[in-house]
Nanobody, 129 residues
Framework: VQLQASGGGLVQPGGSLKLSCAAS????????IAWFRQAPGAKREGVAC????????YYADSVKGRFTISRDNANNTVFLQMNSLKPEDTAVYYC???????????????????????WGKGTQVTVSS
């Protein structure tokens, strides 16, 4: 089983990036999928989640209205569209599957790490002028 986040890079404040989470060895359509981020010296923070069945989405307050999570089940990929980026969005971004004993509402914030199952390698996002 492998998850891989990609699409990070350097962007100016106000810019946009689209992250992708691709999987091998598992079908993302069978899971709630979350995006987390971790800045240097900070706790890993859940920023977005999309549910398996209904496609309902959940966001941390810090990204609500700017980030959009979506999924492409045909290509076994989940995306995180990030708009109006701010310097405080600078972090390594990770995708993860939510454990079967939990669901998306636990993801936003810093208290949901226990509920994750598989983690992908991260991708660096740097927002700077």
């Amino acid at each position: 089983v492998q998850l891989q986040a990609s699409g990070g890079g350097l962007v100016q404040p106000g810019g946009s990036l689209k992250l992708s989470c691709a999987a091998s060895g598992l079908t993302l359509a069978h899971y709630d999928i979350a995006w987390f981020r971790q800045a240097p010296g900070a706790k890993r923070e859940g920023v977005a989640c999309i549910s398996e069945n209904s496609g309902s989405t959940y966001y941390a307050d810090s990204v609500k209205g700017r980030f959009t999570i979506s999924r492409d089940n045909a290509n076994n990929t989940v995306f995180l569209q990030m708009n109006s980026l701010k310097p405080e969005d600078t972090a390594v971004y990770y995708c993860a599957t939510v454990s079967a004993i939990a669901s998306c509402p636990v993801v936003p914030g810093t208290a949901g790490l226990w509920a994750m199952h598989y983690w992908g390698k991260g991708t660096q996002v740097t927002v700077s002028s």
